[in-house]
């Protein structure tokens, strides 16, 4: 079991190819449309339409026009204007520990300079052991949460099972941190999983359920446009099997994150794609009563460390702050109901840049995170740990009230 739908459930690979904007399509049809400055009246036009009909031509050629505005005080005040009509001034924040217990990959990503082959210098690969002294030291610092994911490393097996590994570190670390939140393992490690070990997706998520899962990153997304991720990350899973993956994950019962990895090479159409395809998997989720996605996450593309021949196309090193404010801004107002919780990356913004994205849409700070590699070896400027006074003090200094969350935005108790 390689590649295809056969690791799928039947009906997930079917209503995966339902959730898919057609970007090539519509795009080509709607770019020489004049856009015209966004005002009330087009948005609750893509309001109505996202409701009727999310998928349809009316309502992609209506997000493509927002994703199309430049930024500017319009766009900022529309954004801040619906974020605190639909969650209010709070800002959240959760206390976290972030393990990427290794860099061993098998794939080659045009962005990425965390992967590493085994024998190369700045591989690693931590041991079950010392996860387990990280995590005690989390839950002992006052954590709820471990965020694992790492490269897709074939060697990680038990007893030449890769799900029995997967599951073993789960099991470890519930025992080392008994009662953290285990958000783990992005829709394309767990697709690796099923597919090194020749089993059905669903066994994956049922025995890692077991072994304690309890939610899942939505990383790995990228940008849902297969054009875009056939030049960015071929061997990557697509868009299509991503949202197959994530439609399995919330029937088993799992919610995830979603994420939206931007400023490379993605047009405005790419990304009004993503987000719509974003919302009509949510739609899914409420359809079907099960979870879906808790939050959306920016996730500004970092091209310091990054492979040169991505990193000359983009020609720039670090994220351009403007139009990632601007991005922060259209997701709010293109996601409106459907997600309500927006995160800016501290790793990739600064925390200067996240506290300053609070005013355009978003209401959460993430996580303290502790430790962070994948970013950072990316040649990020925003640092692998903030204390959660550093997190409160941040929210405060633009006049909001602040609290600690849980993983899935409930009270910390
Ligand atoms: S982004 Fe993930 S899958 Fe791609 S090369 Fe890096 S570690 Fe591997």
Same mark, same amino acid.
């Given at each position: 079991?390689?590649?295809?739908?056969?690791?799928?459930?039947?009906?997930?690979?079917?209503?995966?190819?339902?959730?898919?904007?057609?970007?090539?399509?519509?795009?080509?049809?709607?770019?020489?449309?004049?856009?015209?400055?966004?005002?009330?009246?087009?948005?609750?036009?893509?309001?109505?339409?996202?409701?009727?009909?999310?998928?349809?031509?009316?309502?992609?050629?209506?997000?493509?026009?927002?994703?199309?505005?430049?930024?500017?005080?319009?766009?900022?005040?529309?954004?801040?204007?619906?974020?605190?009509?639909?969650?209010?001034?709070?800002?959240?924040?959760?206390?976290?520990?972030?393990?990427?217990?290794?860099?061993?990959?098998?794939?080659?990503?045009?962005?990425?300079?965390?992967?590493?082959?085994?024998?190369?210098?700045?591989?690693?690969?931590?041991?079950?052991?010392?996860?387990?002294?990280?995590?005690?030291?989390?839950?002992?610092?006052?954590?709820?949460?471990?965020?694992?994911?790492?490269?897709?490393?074939?060697?990680?097996?038990?007893?030449?099972?890769?799900?029995?590994?997967?599951?073993?570190? *789960?099991? #470890? @670390?519930?025992?080392? =941190?008994?009662?953290?939140?285990?958000?783990? !393992? /992005?829709?394309?490690? %767990? &697709?690796?999983?099923?597919?090194?070990?020749?089993?059905?997706?669903?066994?994956?998520?049922?025995?890692?359920?077991?072994?304690?899962?309890?939610?899942?990153?939505?990383?790995?997304?990228?940008?849902?446009?297969?054009?875009?991720?056939?030049?960015?990350?071929?061997?990557?899973?697509?868009?299509?099997?991503?949202?197959?993956?994530?439609?399995?994950?919330?029937?088993?019962?799992?919610?995830?994150?979603?994420?939206?990895?931007?400023?490379?090479?993605?047009?405005?159409?790419?990304?009004?794609?993503?987000?719509?395809? *974003?919302? #009509? @998997?949510?739609?899914? =989720?409420?359809?079907?009563?099960?979870?879906? !996605? /808790?939050?959306?996450? %920016? &996730?500004?593309?970092?091209?310091?460390?990054?492979?040169?021949?991505?990193?000359?196309?983009?020609?720039?090193?670090?994220?351009?702050?403007?139009?990632?404010?601007?991005?922060?801004?259209?997701?709010?107002?293109?996601?409106?109901?459907?997600?309500?919780?927006?995160?800016?990356?501290?790793?990739?913004?600064?925390?200067?840049?996240?506290?300053?994205?609070?005013?355009?849409?978003?209401?959460?700070?993430?996580?303290?995170?502790?430790?962070?590699?994948?970013?950072?070896?990316?040649?990020?400027?925003?640092?692998?740990?903030?204390? #959660?006074?550093?997190?409160? =003090?941040?929210?405060?200094?633009?006049?909001?009230?602040?609290?600690?969350?849980?993983?899935?935005?409930?009270?910390?108790?």
């Amino acid at each position: 079991m390689t590649s295809g739908s056969e690791a799928f459930e039947p009906w997930a690979w079917q209503a995966s190819a339902a959730v898919l904007a057609p970007v090539e399509a519509i795009a080509a049809e709607q770019a020489s449309l004049l856009v015209e400055p966004w005002d009330l009246e087009q948005q609750e036009q893509l309001r109505d339409g996202l409701r009727s009909s999310a998928l349809s031509p009316q309502t992609f050629q209506r997000a493509h026009a927002l994703l199309q505005q430049q930024g500017g005080q319009r766009l900022q005040q529309q954004a801040d204007a619906l974020r605190r009509a639909l969650v209010g001034e709070t800002v959240s924040y959760v206390r976290n520990r972030n393990l990427n217990f290794t860099n061993h990959c098998v794939q080659h990503c045009s962005f990425c300079a965390f992967r590493r082959d085994p024998d190369q210098p700045g591989a690693y690969w931590h041991r079950i052991e010392e996860l387990q002294h990280r995590a005690s030291e989390a839950a002992n610092s006052g954590a709820s949460e471990l965020c694992l994911q790492g490269g897709l490393n074939s060697a990680a097996r038990l007893n030449g099972s890769m799900l029995a590994y997967y599951a073993a570190l *789960l099991r #470890a @670390l519930r025992d080392a =941190a008994p009662g953290l939140h285990l958000h783990a !393992f /992005s829709p394309q490690e %767990l &697709l690796f999983i099923a597919r090194e070990d020749g089993i059905p997706l669903q066994t994956v998520l049922e025995s890692l359920c077991s072994a304690g899962l309890d939610s899942v990153p939505g990383t790995a997304a990228e940008v849902l446009s297969e054009p875009v991720r056939q030049q960015l990350c071929p061997e990557k899973l697509t868009a299509r099997e991503w949202c197959a993956v994530v439609l399995q994950v919330h029937r088993c019962g799992l919610p995830s994150t979603s994420t939206l990895m931007a400023g490379h090479i993605e047009a405005p159409a790419d990304r009004a794609a993503h987000l719509l395809t *974003l919302v #009509a @998997l949510q739609q899914q =989720a409420r359809q079907h009563q099960v979870p879906g !996605f /808790s939050e959306f996450v %920016l &996730l500004p593309f970092i091209g310091a460390n990054a492979p040169a021949a991505l990193r000359r196309r983009v020609g720039r090193d670090q994220p351009d702050r403007a139009a990632m404010l601007a991005l922060t801004a259209q997701s709010r107002l293109l996601l409106g109901e459907w997600i309500v919780n927006h995160q800016p990356s501290w790793v990739k913004l600064t925390l200067e840049g996240a506290t300053e994205a609070l005013g355009w849409g978003c209401n959460d700070l993430g996580g303290t995170l502790m430790e962070e590699s994948i970013t950072s070896m990316a040649g990020a400027e925003g640092g692998t740990s903030q204390s #959660a006074s550093a997190l409160e =003090a941040a929210a405060r200094s633009v006049g909001r009230p602040v609290r600690e969350r849980t993983t899935l935005y409930g009270e910390r108790r």
